[in-house]
């Protein structure tokens, strides 16, 4: 079974953050490449969606979390298997606290 992969609200309005800050600090195509190797990095995800490890920050949670890394961001989602779909939470740098 093949997943669809949902982005948040949240998550997609932490990557045009992402996005704006990579095109003031650096040039344009650095903030497309980081993009949308972000945005990429969840394919991964359709076919296994449990291959991210589980977000021990969020371990209480009623929803268990897991997480991807894209070179210094960390794209936390849930696995929704009765829908078939991977929910992006959110997206971040780790270099900020959480």
């Given at each position: 079974?093949?997943?669809?992969?949902?982005?948040s609200?949240?998550?997609?309005?932490?990557?045009?953050?992402?996005?704006?800050?990579y095109?003031?600090?650096?040039?344009?195509?650095?903030?497309?490449e980081?993009?949308?190797?972000?945005?990429?990095?969840?394919?991964?995800?359709?076919?296994?969606?449990?291959?991210?490890?589980?977000?021990?920050?969020?371990?209480?949670?009623?929803i268990?979390?897991r997480?991807?890394?894209?070179?210094?961001?960390?794209?936390?989602?849930?696995?929704d298997?009765?829908?078939?779909?991977?929910?992006?939470?959110?997206?971040?740098?780790?270099?900020?606290?959480?």
């Amino acid at each position: 079974m093949k997943y669809e992969v949902i982005w948040s609200e949240s998550s997609e309005f932490q990557l045009d953050e992402i996005f704006e800050y990579y095109e003031n600090e650096t040039i344009l195509s650095v903030a497309i490449e980081i993009i949308q190797g972000i945005l990429n990095k969840p394919e991964i995800l359709r076919k296994s969606p449990f291959i991210g490890q589980k977000e021990p920050l969020l371990k209480e949670r009623k929803i268990e979390y897991r997480y991807l890394v894209f070179k210094s961001f960390k794209i936390i989602y849930s696995v929704d298997q009765k829908n078939a779909e991977i929910r992006v939470a959110d997206v971040f740098d780790t270099r900020q606290f959480p």
